[in-house]
């Protein structure tokens, strides 16, 4: 892999070009968070979401990946919705909030009622988005990702892609789902990803998604292959008390504690996994 280069993070943070050989950023200061991000992190409706913020640092994250007020942003996959509570408040306003999942028709269901609910969704999203955040549900947009307005195509400021890339490798859509999202992103726009990361020796059955977590090098190598190039990276969500090694995967630890109540404690200090948090552009 190219020899990481040293610089700051502002670039990113101001929406400017970043070089095109990739940062190892480990500025990430007081001076990311913006007053707006501050009070939406703070509100009421959050109050069951803080307690990540310890592991997650989506002030420092949000601001690593340039995100800001008056945007286009994709969120992928927002699932059960942590980010997607800061996010819809924090871009709606001046912005667009877009929720994108994979494409349906490619998914295999366990049953019509599963795949009711993945067809409905771009429709009952919104609604739920709405419930959670208090903004108008006019005002959140939700597509499955070959369903994106063309209007939209090569429009869209920034893609946000947390914890799911796992997913998209054991649905073998990975490459699919990154080519539909680049289509998306603005010929200046960047792609945010946060992943559990597994260790650079670590075994192919404990990094290829299964258990939740990746190789740093083959996602840096998927996003390469699927037309983008990394720019800038940061340590800022990592954990170096995660062996990443564990029978049920990263759903060993919080939130989920798949063991229960079997070593409680010894996973609860752990916290939640470690994590790659790297910056792509496209390229031409």
Known sequence: MRK????????????????????????NGPEMVDSTLTAVLA?????????????????????????????TVVEYGPGGGWYTRILVPYIAGSGQYVAVNADSSKSNFPNRAREARAKGWPESFPETAAKWTGVDADKILAFESDEMPDEMKGKVDRILIFRSLH???????????????????????????????????????????????LKQATVIALFELNGFELVSQSEMNANAKDSSDYDRGVWTLPPVLALGDTDRAKYQAIGESDRMTLLFKKRP
């Open 4 to 27: 990481l280069l040293i610089a700051s993070a502002s670039l990113a943070m101001l929406g400017m070009a970043v070089p095109t050989a990739a940062r190892d950023d480990a500025q």
């Open 43 to 71: 509100h009421d409706r959050r109050a069951g979401d803080k307690a990540r913020d310890v592991y997650r640092h989506p002030a420092e994250t949000l601001g690593f990946f340039g995100v800001k007020p008056g945007q």
């Open 167 to 213: 997913g998209m490798l054991n649905n073998n859509n990975a490459d699919s789902e990154l080519r539909a999202l680049r289509e998306m992103l603005a010929d200046d726009g960047l792609v945010g990803v946060v992943q559990h990361r597994a260790r650079n020796d670590a075994s192919y059955a404990m990094s290829h998604g299964t258990k939740g977590y």
